[in-house]
């Protein structure tokens, strides 16, 4: 059932990267590449298998420091980006990086586990990443902008309750 809901989860996040790559009045280039890194670390969790997911975690957390240091408001010649979809995105990138831990995890055949049990904390960061996500689309007037943080909040809901 959780593989179900992952594959569910590729759907709306392939719909917000057509989102940002539709975008004309803004190239994002760095939004864009962001977003289609998740795409490929969802699609390899969900189907292929290639790449172990505490990779695609470093991979994706290394992508969100990125587009935060490359998006910082003292560039001159920067597009420009409002500041809230630039920490969406990086939010949304370090959201879906702790979830790939969660898709790619082995428990043991007895149930046995150590450790804290982070369904519980995921949970909660899923569900204040999708609290934020409504509150900044109320703020946006394009309507592609408001679709990517419909469309990231969506994906994540998915891959939290597939996680669970």
Do not use: K, N
């Not at 803004?26 to 505490?54: F, H, N």
Request: hydrophobic share 60%; proline share 6%.
């Amino acid at each position: 059932m959780s593989e179900i809901l992952h594959l569910w989860a590729v759907a709306p996040a392939a719909i917000g990267t057509c989102c940002l790559a539709a975008d004309r009045a803004r190239v994002r280039p760095p939004e864009v590449v962001a977003s289609v890194l998740i795409l490929l670390a969802m699609l390899d969790a969900g189907l292929w298998g290639l790449v172990a997911p505490v990779y695609w975690t470093a991979l994706l957390l290394v992508a969100a420091v990125s587009l935060a240091f490359w998006r910082r408001p003292r560039q001159r010649r920067a597009v420009p980006v409002p500041a809230v979809m630039t920490l969406h995105t990086a939010l949304g990138l370090v959201a879906m990086a702790t979830l790939s831990l969660t898709m790619g995890a082995h428990w043991s055949p007895s149930g046995h586990a150590h450790g804290v049990a982070l369904a519980p904390v995921l949970a909660g960061g899923a569900l204040g990443y999708v609290a934020a996500s409504v509150a900044v689309m109320r703020r946006m007037p394009a309507r592609l902008d408001r679709a990517q943080i419909t469309a990231m909040a969506a994906s994540v809901v998915l891959m939290a309750i597939a996680g669970l």
